[in-house]
């Protein structure tokens, strides 16, 4: 059982089209992070969310942490193509040194 | 920028040999740490490193072991490699909470 449960794990939508991701445990997380991951390389950190509540906007991409900071959201606005990837959210407890990982959402934007 | 930095981004090796892969990190980070990637498992840690010379396994420790001899150099080591633990392997790097990854080594056992 994944400690870190990530929905939908595959998505294939139109360019144009709006998605979320979604992320989440019955755990308290102290920070999440959202990470990129293109076919053979390593993940990409996108952003990290600290507080509860907190909305993080990158250009298209609009992160946000839940109150209780156990959840998290990654919405993207008019999807492109160059969006395609592995999408995979990671917390970090707070109560060690490790960083654990959701199973990842497959993100395919068709032109 | 910052720089992780994995030795071989590629490998093919035969059940039985001892396999080395390398990791190197330019942010005198203390905290490194090795994952495999398996389609629809996501990222599962296999040991961590919080500082030089110590370790602490993760969650898929067995067939595995780690050498962190120098703040900038994490090892992981297949001791007889066997075919199920063909996968990609992570090399990450930690501040304060963020990880850095390196590219990633594909590694194929026959």
């Known amino acids: 059982t994944q400690l870190l449960e990530q929905s939908p794990q595959f998505l294939s939508i139109q360019e144009g089209e709006n998605l979320t991701v979604y992320c989440n445990s019955s755990?308290?997380?102290?920070?999440l992070q959202w990470y990129r991951q293109e076919p053979g390389e390593g993940p990409v950190l996108l952003v990290t969310v600290v507080t509860g509540g907190e909305v993080k906007k990158l250009k298209r991409l609009t992160f946000q942490f839940g109150d209780a900071r156990k959840d998290s959201s990654l919405h993207i606005t008019a999807a492109q193509p160059g969006d395609t990837g592995l999408y995979l959210c990671?917390?970090?407890?707070?109560?060690?040194?490790?960083?654990?990982f959701g199973a990842g959402t497959i993100l395919r934007v068709k032109s | 920028d910052v720089k992780v930095t994995q030795s071989s981004r590629y490998l093919v090796k035969r059940t039985g040999e001892k396999v080395f892969l390398e990791c190197v990190q330019d942010m005198d980070h203390e905290n490194m740490f090795w994952y495999r990637q398996d389609p629809g498992l996501g990222l599962r840690l296999i040991y961590f490193s919080y500082d030089v010379k110590m370790k602490e396994k993760g969650d898929i420790p067995e067939g595995y072991s780690v050498s962190r001899e120098k703040k900038e150099r994490f090892s992981l080591i297949l001791e007889s490699a066997s075919t199920n633990q063909t996968s990609m392997y992570l090399c990450a790097s930690r501040g304060r909470r963020e990880a850095f990854f390196g590219q990633g080594t594909r590694l194929t056992v026959v």
């Open positions: 755990s308290v997380f102290s920070s």
């Open positions: 990671a917390g970090h407890r707070g109560d060690g040194n490790k960083l654990v």
